[in-house]
Nanobody, 119 residues
Framework: QVQLVESGGGLVQAGGSLRLSCSASRSMFSFALMGWYRQAPGKQRELVAAMQGGDMTSYADSAKGRFTISRDNAENTLYLQMNTLKPEDTAVYYC?????????????WGQGTQVTVSS
């Protein structure tokens, strides 16, 4: 069973920074794809940033230039560095990982960490 545990959320003023961490219970190399999603109240969950193959990254337009996704293979940890935070970044942030075994795709989610940006 794969576990993803997020940490690093909190309350920050607009313009500030936070770094989210996602600790995985297995090697990062076992994930075909990892990413960060967020869900604000009353809105659908949306992709913020993704990493494929350890080095290919993609970002939502709202995150480009401000957020950076990275990982530490030795620590089995995925990160999301968030700079120049805005009130509209307020949401619960979820870590997501995809494991592909043969024809099967398994999606794993963390429990989420709250990020609140005050104006």
């Amino acid at each position: 069973q794969v576990q993803l545990v997020e940490s690093g959320g909190g309350l920050v003023q607009a313009g500030g920074s936070l770094r989210l961490s996602c600790s995985a219970s297995r090697s990062m190399f076992s994930f075909a794809l990892m990413g960060w999603y967020r869900q604000a109240p009353g809105k659908q969950r949306e992709l913020v940033a993704a990493m494929q193959g350890g080095d290919m990254t993609s970002y939502a337009d709202s995150a480009k230039g401000r957020f950076t996704i990275s990982r530490d293979n030795a620590e089995n940890t995925l990160y999301l560095q968030m700079n120049t935070l805005k009130p509209e970044d307020t949401a619960v942030y979820y870590c997501h990982g995809v494991v592909i075994t043969g024809p099967s795709r398994l999606d794993y989610w963390g429990q989420g960490t709250q990020v609140t940006v005050s104006s």
